[in-house]
C-alpha cells in the first residue's frame, strides 16, 4: 500500500519561509514523479512543483524563483523549501507521487491520477 506522510507546515507572516517534507513508502514502480500540489478553497488543484528521479523539475510560474523541491530517492522522500511566502501560496498542499509524468489533475485526492498524503495546511498572513 502506497503511503505519503507531509509534515512542515504551518502559519507565516509574507516574507517568511517553510519547508514541506514527504516520505513515502510502499510503492515500487521504477521511475516515479514525486511532487506538490495545492488547493485553496475555491480554486482549482494546482501542481506547484514536482520532481522525477532524474532529478529534472518542474515549476509552476507563481513560485519560481521561490520555492526548491529536492528529494531523497534513497529514502523515498521529497521536500519543498518555500521562501518568500506571499498570502496567495496560502493553501491545503499536497504531497503525490505517479508512476507516470506527473500533470494537471481535475481535483486533488483524485485517485485515479496519483497517490497522495493527508495533506498540510499552509497560512500566510499579511
Known amino acids: 500500500e502506497v503511503q505519503l506522510v507531509e509534515s512542515g507546515g504551518g502559519s507565516v507572516q509574507a516574507g517568511g519561509s517553510l519547508r514541506l517534507s514527504c516520505t513515502g513508502s510502499?510503492?515500487?514502480?521504477?521511475?516515479?514523479?514525486m511532487g506538490w500540489y495545492r488547493q485553496h478553497p475555491g480554486n482549482e488543484c494546482e501542481l506547484v512543483s514536482m520532481i522525477r528521479r532524474d532529478g529534472s523539475t518542474y515549476y509552476t510560474d507563481s513560485v519560481k524563483g521561490r520555492f526548491t523541491i529536492s528529494q531523497d530517492n534513497a529514502k523515498n522522500m521529497v521536500y519543498l523549501q518555500m521562501n518568500s511566502l506571499k498570502p496567495e501560496d496560502t493553501a491545503v498542499y499536497y504531497c503525490a507521487v505517479t508512476e507516470g509524468p506527473m500533470g494537471w489533475v481535475p481535483q486533488c485526492l483524485d485517485s485515479r491520477r496519483a497517490y497522495w498524503g493527508q495533506g498540510t495546511q499552509v497560512t500566510v498572513s499579511s
Open positions: 510502499g510503492f515500487t514502480f521504477d521511475d516515479p514523479d
